[in-house]
Antibody, heavy 121, light 107 residues
Framework: EVHVLESGGALVQPGGSLRLSCGAS????????MTWVRQAPGQGLEWVSSIDGNTGDTYYADTVRGRFTISRDNSKDTLFLQMNSLTVEDTAIYFC??????????????WGQGTRVTVSS | EVVVTQSPATLSLSPGERATLSCRTSQSVLTYLVWYQQKPGQAPRLLISDVFNRATGIPARFSASGSGTNFTLTISSLEPEDSAVYYC?????????FGGGTKVELK
């Protein structure tokens, strides 16, 4: 069965950094694009970043470009999101999702349960 | 950026009734429009991709239609477990964008 499981969420001060991880199982990880989506408290869904399968081409929302870096380790079936220069506006639950195909723009087929990031002093 | 607008914000209906949710995009996204369901305290779940393709395990009472800028998600006969927030998302243009969601409440 397909599973994705996020980890790494924490309370961090403004200006700080955090690295989220997403472990995958039940599918051939390198063959699928992956995505991070976040949801601020009581709010809707916001796409953050996506990465193609295998080629590693990356895409970012304007709100995080230059501060966040998405990457993947296909040998460990793991997706990462390095988050730097965090602000209170980055406070959210961060979901990792497996896409339905190789390309980064495919539908978000399977979501993890999310990991909570709180940016506060 | 493609702006995605969903309406109504909240839909309050009784079990067995038909629910019609609207999603509009600020420019054509062809048929690259995806619907997700999110129940309280849970992760979103893929419902229907590219207008017509129901995801695995999604009941036949869920259907979608539309193309270009106007799209509709229909739940033909509401069940109690359909109480959730429904989001549409366009995947035709970067950045990927979501609508603000429609909350379906069952009376």
């Amino acid at each position: 069965e397909v599973h994705v499981l996020e980890s790494g969420g924490a309370l961090v001060q403004p200006g700080g950094s955090l690295r989220l991880s997403c472990g995958a199982s039940g599918f051939i990880f390198k063959n699928y694009g992956m995505t991070w989506v976040r949801q601020a408290p009581g709010q809707g869904l916001e796409w953050v970043s996506s990465i193609d399968g295998n080629t590693g081409d990356t895409y970012y929302a304007d709100t995080v470009r230059g501060r966040f870096t998405i990457s993947r380790d296909n040998s460990k079936d793991t997706l990462f999101l390095q988050m730097n220069s965090l602000t209170v506006e980055d406070t959210a639950i961060y979901f990792c999702a497996k896409l339905s195909g190789f390309n980064a723009y495919e539908p978000l087929e399977r979501w993890g349960q999310g990991t909570r990031v709180t940016v506060s002093s | 950026e493609v702006v995605v607008t969903q309406s109504p914000a909240t839909l309050s209906l009784s079990p067995g009734e038909r629910a019609t949710l609207s999603c509009r995009t600020s420019q054509s996204v062809l048929t690259y429009l995806v619907w997700y369901q999110q129940k309280p305290g849970q992760a979103p779940r893929l419902l229907i991709s590219d207008v017509f393709n129901r995801a695995t395990g999604i009941p036949a009472r869920f259907s979608a239609s539309g193309s270009g800028t106007n799209f509709t998600l229909t739940i033909s006969s509401l069940e109690p477990e359909d109480s959730a927030v429904y989001y549409c998302q366009q995947r035709n243009n970067w950045p990927l964008t979501f609508g603000g969601g429609t909350k379906v409440e069952l009376k």
